[in-house]
C-alpha cells in the first residue's frame, strides 16, 4: 500500500513485546554457587542460579505454548537417486547413508524452485519411480514435549518414517509399496508446493539421535517433475515437564546452560528474587556445548536466573502492536518461482538506476546462503547483497527478531492481483508458510490480509472467496496456534475497499465482508482515512457508510497523511477521536495506523526523506496520541516496507553501510546516531506501553 498517488500496475506497491498472559509458572529451588575464591574475604561473592521449572500459563481453558523445530524446511537432506531397490533397511536408524548424495530442499528436478537437483535417470520417458531421502537430529529430552506437527511436501507421493517406523503416507496408495510403485494420482499447479501434515504424539521420538526416512514416489515414469521438502515441529508441553537451567562453577565464572531445543526462550537474571524485582535479559555470548546451550558469567555479585518463555496471547487483538509484513522481496536465483529481482528493482536488473527502495537492510546477521549479490558495491569493493523472503530461514530470523525485541507479530501482506499468476501465486504460498513457521517457532502472532490494488473488479469477489477457501482447507494456515483470533474468531485484514483508486462496488464489498463473517472469520477493513465522511479517498456512494460499519474492526489509512508532530496532533483530534467513538457507536473495535516516517524517490521519484522520521520521535508521537485517545490496539506500518520508508527492521545505520552507488536513506539522515536495530527496541518499548507495563508518555522513553 503507499501514501498517496495512483495505483500501480502489475507488482502493486502496498502499504509490536512479549506477550500479556503469557508467564513464566515458578522458581523453583535455587542453588548458591561459590566462585573460585582465592581468599576467606572474598568469599561474600557468587551467583544464586534459580534452577526452575518452565512452563507456561495462558487465559482460558487451553495452555498457550512454543514450537521448536526438530527438522525445518529448507534442511540438508542425504539422498539416493540411482533407481534401486532399497528394501527396508534404509529406514532404519542405524542404516550408513554416508555414501548418498546430499542437498539442501527443496530437492527435485523440473524448475519448480528446487535448490538441490536429483537425477530422474538416464530415460526421461522413463524416469526412477522412486528417490529415497534421510536425515537425523537430536533429542535431549523428549519429555518437554507434548505434540508434534509434520509437514512434508510431495511431487507427487511420499511416505514418513521416523526410527524404522511409518507415521504418515499421503498420495500414495494403502498397503506394502515397492520402489515401482506410482503414487496415487498425478500433482500439478499449487499441490505441488502445499504441504500435507498430521498431528503426531511426542512417543515416536527416542531421546538422543532420531532417523527421518522419506521415500517419494512419482506418479509414471513420464513425470515432469519432482519435488520434496519436510517440517518436523514440536510443541513443548506446559504441563509438569520441564526446560531445565544447570549451573556449575567454572573458575572464577558460573556456566549457565539449558537445553539447546529451547527456541523462543532467553535467559534473563537478576539480583533479587523478590516480587517487584527486574528481569534483564542476558546479553553475553551463547555457545553451544553438546545438546546444550551455554553462557559464561563473571563473578562478584547476587544473581539468579530464569529462562523467559513468551508466546504472545493469540486470542485478541486487543492490547497488542501488530506490524504489517510485505514479505515481497525476490532476487535472480534465489529459488522462487518468479526467479527475478522483485520489489528491489526494477525491469528485472539490480542496479542502482533501478532501485525502487530508499531504505537499505542491516544484513550482517545473515548467512551467506541468503544472501544475493546485486550490480552494486559498497565503499570496499565488497558487493553489495540482498535477501529473499522466498528463503524460511531469513523470514524465520525476522521472527526472532520480533521475539528478541518483544513485538508481538504481523499482518501477512497477500496482493490478490498476483494470485491469477501461478508463479506469483505459488510465490505468496511460500510466504505464507514462512510465516507460520516463524511465528510458531518464536511465539509471535500472524494474520492474513489482503491487498486488494490492482485487482480485476470483475473478479474481485470470487478472487478473495475462492482463495480464501485454499489457504485455509488446502494449507490450514488458520490451524496454526499462532493464527492471531479476536472474538473467538480468526482475524482476516481486507484492504482497499472504498478507496477511489481501487477496485469494488459497495455491494461487492458488502457480499465480501458478509462471505468472510459466515466462514466464521472476525474481517479487518483496511478502509480510507476519510471513511466517516465519504469524501477525499473514500468513495461517495451513501452505501459505503453501511460497508465500512460492517467490517468488525475498523483501520482507517493514514500512511502520508501528515509529517509532523503538529500535524499527527491534529490528525488525533480532526480524525482518531471522532472515528473511534463512530466505530464505537457501530459496535466495532477501532485499530489506528502508525507510521515512523516516508521516503519513496526511488520508487516514485519523491524527495528524499519526504517525511523524517526525528529518531523516531515522531512514530512515538503517533503511538502516544493513538492511545491517549482511547485505542487499546495499534497497526504499525511496516516491519519491512523499505519502498516507502516505512520499515522498523534493522536497516544501515550511516552512509558508511550503504552501497556506494544509487541514493539512500541511513538512519542516521536526521542527524542522529543511531543502530541499525533502534527502531525494533522502540517498537518493543512501544509495545510494553499498549499492554500497560509502562506508563503512557508523550515523549520518547529509551535513547540510543
Not at 528436478?109 to 536425515?135: C, H, L, Q
Not at 523467559?308 to 485478541?316: F, I
Request: charged share 15%; with cysteine; hydrophobic share 40%.
Amino acid at each position: 500500500m503507499y501514501g498517496w498517488g495512483p495505483a500501480l500496475p502489475r507488482c502493486v506497491w502496498s502499504h509490536s513485546p512479549y506477550g500479556p498472559p503469557t508467564r513464566l509458572l515458578a522458581i523453583g529451588t535455587a542453588i548458591l554457587f561459590k566462585g573460585n575464591m582465592k581468599s576467606p574475604s572474598s568469599m561474600s561473592s557468587f551467583f544464586a542460579v534459580a534452577v526452575l521449572l518452565v512452563g507456561f500459563t495462558a487465559s482460558g481453558a487451553s495452555a498457550d505454548v512454543l514450537m521448536v523445530p526438530l527438522s525445518s524446511r529448507g534442511a540438508t537432506w542425504r539422498y539416493l537417486d540411482n533407481g534401486s531397490n532399497q528394501g527396508t533397511n534404509w529406514i532404519g536408524l542405524s542404516f550408513n547413508d554416508s555414501s548418498w548424495s546430499n542437498g539442501v530442499a527443496r530437492l527435485g528436478y523440473g524448475g519448480d524452485g528446487e535448490v538441490t537437483t536429483v537425477s530422474f535417470g538416464p530415460n526421461s520417458s522413463a524416469k526412477y519411480i522412486t528417490t529415497y531421502f534421510r536425515r537425523t537430529f537430536v533429542i535431549s529430552d523428549t519429555n518437554v514435549f507434548r505434540s508434534l506437527k509434520l509437514r512434508v511436501v510431495r511431487d507427487d507421493g511420499a511416505v514418513v518414517y521416523l526410527n524404522g517406523v511409518e507415521l504418515f503416507r499421503s498420495n500414495v496408495p494403502a498397503g506394502a509399496i515397492s520402489y515401482t510403485t506410482p503414487s496415487s494420482a498425478s500433482l500439478s499447479g499449487g499441490d505441488e508446493f502445499i504441504a500435507a501434515e498430521t498431528n503426531l504424539p511426542p512417543t515416536v521420538l527416542r531421546n538422543g539421535t532420531n532417523a527421518l526416512a522419506v521415500e517419494v514416489h512419482q506418479s509414471g515414469g513420464t513425470s515432469s517433475d519432482l519435488g520434496f521438502d519436510l517440517a518436523l515441529d514440536a510443541e513443548y508441553t506446559s504441563s509438569t515437564q520441564s526446560l531445565k537451567l544447570a549451573a556449575a562453577r567454572v573458575t572464577e565464572r558460573a556456566a549457565v546452560a539449558w537445553p539447546q531445543l529451547s527456541v523462543g526462550h532467553v535467559l534473563q537474571s537478576t539480583p533479587r528474587l523478590l516480587p517487584t524485582n527486574q528481569w534483564s535479559t542476558v546479553t553475553n555470548s551463547i555457545t553451544v556445548s553438546g545438546t546444550n546451550n551455554r553462557v559464561l558469567l563473571s563473578g562478584g555479585s547476587n544473581q539468579f536466573f530464569r529462562l523467559r518463555s513468551a508466546p504472545v496471547d493469540a486470542s485478541t487483538l486487543s492490547n497488542k502492536l501488530m506490524f504489517g509484513y510485505q514479505g515481497w522481496f525476490a532476487s535472480t536465483n534465489d529459488t522462487s518461482p518468479p526467479n527475478r529481482w522483485v520489489h528491489w528493482f526494477r525491469n528485472g536488473a539490480a542496479y542502482p538506476t533501478n532501485a525502487t527502495v530508499d531504505f537499505w537492510p542491516d544484513t550482517s546477521e545473515l548467512d551467506a546462503d541468503e544472501l544475493f549479490t546485486t550490480g552494486m558495491t559498497y565503499s570496499n569493493g565488497t558487493p553489495a547483497k540482498l535477501y529473499a523472503a522466498y528463503k524460511s530461514k531469513t523470514v524465520l530470523r525476522h521472527f526472532r527478531w520480533m521475539f528478541d525485541y518483544g513485538i508481538d507479530g504481523v499482518f501477512l501482506q497477500r496482493f490478490s492481483s498476483e494470485l491469477s499468476d501461478p508463479s506469483f501465486a505459488d510465490w505468496r504460498n511460500q510466504a505464507a508458510y514462512n510465516c507460520r513457521a516463524g511465528a510458531e517457532a518464536y511465539g509471535r502472532l500472524f494474520a492474513m490480509m489482503y491487498d486488494i490494488s490492482g485487482q480485476n473488479s470483475n473478479t474481485l469477489v470470487a478472487t478473495l472467496t475462492n482463495d480464501w477457501t485454499y489457504i485455509t482447507g488446502i494449507m490450514r494456515l488458520t490451524n496454526s496456534a499462532r493464527y492471531l483470533r479476536h472474538n473467538g474468531k480468526p482475524v482476516v485484514a481486507i484492504w482497499g475497499l472504498g478507496f477511489t483508486d481501487r477496485p469494488g462496488t459497495a455491494e461487492e464489498a458488502q457480499a465480501i465482508i458478509d462471505w468472510f463473517k459466515a466462514a466464521g472469520c472476525t474481517v479487518m477493513g483496511g478502509i480510507p482515512t476519510n471513511w466517516r465522511t465519504l469524501t477525499s479517498d473514500s468513495k461517495t456512494d451513501p452505501a459505503w457508510a453501511t460497508v465500512y460499519r460492517s467490517f468488525d474492526i475498523l483501520s482507517p489509512w493514514s500512511v502520508g497523511r501528515y509529517s509532523s508532530n503538529t500535524g499527527a496532533d491534529n490528525f488525533r483530534n480532526n480524525f482518531i477521536v471522532p472515528d473511534l467513538a463512530a466505530a464505537h457507536l457501530a459496535g466495532r473495535d477501532y485499530l489506528p495506523v502508525i507510521f515512523p516516517g516516508f521516503s519513496w524517490k526511488n520508487l516514485n521519484a519523491g524527495p528524499l526523506n519526504q517525511i523524517p522520521r526525528n529518531g523516531g520521535r515522531f512514530w512515538w508521537r503517533q503511538l502516544y496520541n493513538a492511545q491517549n485517545a482511547g485505542c487499546n490496539m495499534i497497526y504499525g506500518a511496516m516491519f519491512d516496507e523499505v519502498d516507502e520508508g516505512t520499515a522498523m527492521f534493522k536497516m544501515a545505520p550511516t552512509a558508511a553501510q550503504l552501497p556506494a552507488q544509487g541514493t539512500f536513506v541511513p538512519l542516521n539522515i536526521d542527524g542522529e546516531a543511531l543502530p541499525s536495530d533502534w527502531y525494533l527496541h522502540l517498537a518493543g518499548e512501544g509495545g510494553k506501553m499498549v499492554r500497560g507495563e509502562i506508563p503512557l508518555t508523550s515523549t520518547r522513553p529509551i535513547n540510543p
